[in-house]
């Protein structure tokens, strides 16, 4: 740990405006970020509670302790303790925090899919604590599960677009996913919202204009509605029994 300034490159300690790309909180009370160009940090919570203005220990993981890039996406901390986090261009990262120790994966078992090829912006849990739900941009969404006696990647489905199938995601980039508690997984693309259950998608109509309007970020509450920002609107959907409510709140401005 340290409370030394945060290793920064020159051009990125001018504006720290867009630092922080993610944020993930593990069940040891500890806070994770990934950042766009100070890699990742892991800061204890009660230290951010107990020391207010004032240095904040951290630790600090760069090139240097095993990360490929500096410039990081988006993380999450799993049910079995691992901290997953994706790269722009190099693929995902493991952290297991007992060790320290960072490993790489660019590649997925029994697949020719190259992780590296493109963002990977969101990582979310899947339905069991080693199963991951990695969104990409550009190659749509990856369902994996992590097997820990490999240390490998093996990929459980691909969810991307494929053209004249409306069947399909309806776009390959994704930018927040929700997994509900009955398997289905809601995602918000770059154009519309998207409800995968099976191997199967269904496009979600936000409004008979604006099918395929792009959906920023995904949000659950305790109710089970989901809560989507989208061009300067929120929007609350409502599934009962099967059928899709839609609510808009405009912003009056």
């Not at 040891?28 to 004032?54: C, F, H, M, Y």
């Not at 493991?94 to 120790?101: A, F, G, H, V």
């Amino acid at each position: 740990n340290t409370s030394n300034p945060i290793q920064l490159p020159v051009d990125l300690a001018r504006n720290l405006a867009n630092l922080v790309s993610g944020i993930a909180y593990d069940d040891q009370q500890n806070i994770w970020l990934s950042t766009q160009g100070a890699g990742v940090l892991r800061i204890k919570e009660e230290d951010v509670l107990s020391r207010p203005g004032q240095p904040i220990p951290y630790d600090q993981y760069l090139i240097a302790n095993g990360l490929s890039h500096s410039h990081v996406m988006s993380i999450h901390a799993a049910g079995d303790g691992n901290i997953w986090f994706g790269y722009w261009n190099r693929g995902l990262g493991r952290i297991n925090p007992k060790t320290k120790q960072v490993t790489n994966y660019t590649y997925v078992s029994d697949s020719s899919l190259n992780l590296g090829e493109h963002p990977i912006v969101n990582i979310s849990a899947g339905q069991t604590p080693q199963s991951l739900l990695v969104g990409t941009r550009g190659n749509g969404l990856l369902s994996m599960t992590y097997s820990s006696d490999k240390d490998e990647l093996v990929l459980q489905h691909h969810f991307h677009n494929q053209e004249h199938d409306t069947g399909s995601l309806s776009s390959n980039y994704v930018n927040s996913v929700k997994l509900r508690k009955d398997g289905s997984i809601w995602l918000a693309t770059e154009n519309g919202l998207n409800l995968a259950q099976g191997d199967r998608v269904r496009r979600i109509s936000l409004n008979k204009s604006e099918v395929g309007a792009s959906v920023c970020s995904l949000l659950e509450d305790g109710e089970g509605n989901l809560w989507l920002s989208s061009k300067g609107r929120i929007i609350r959907v409502n599934i009962d029994g099967g059928e899709v409510q839609i609510k808009e709140f405009e912003d009056p401005n």
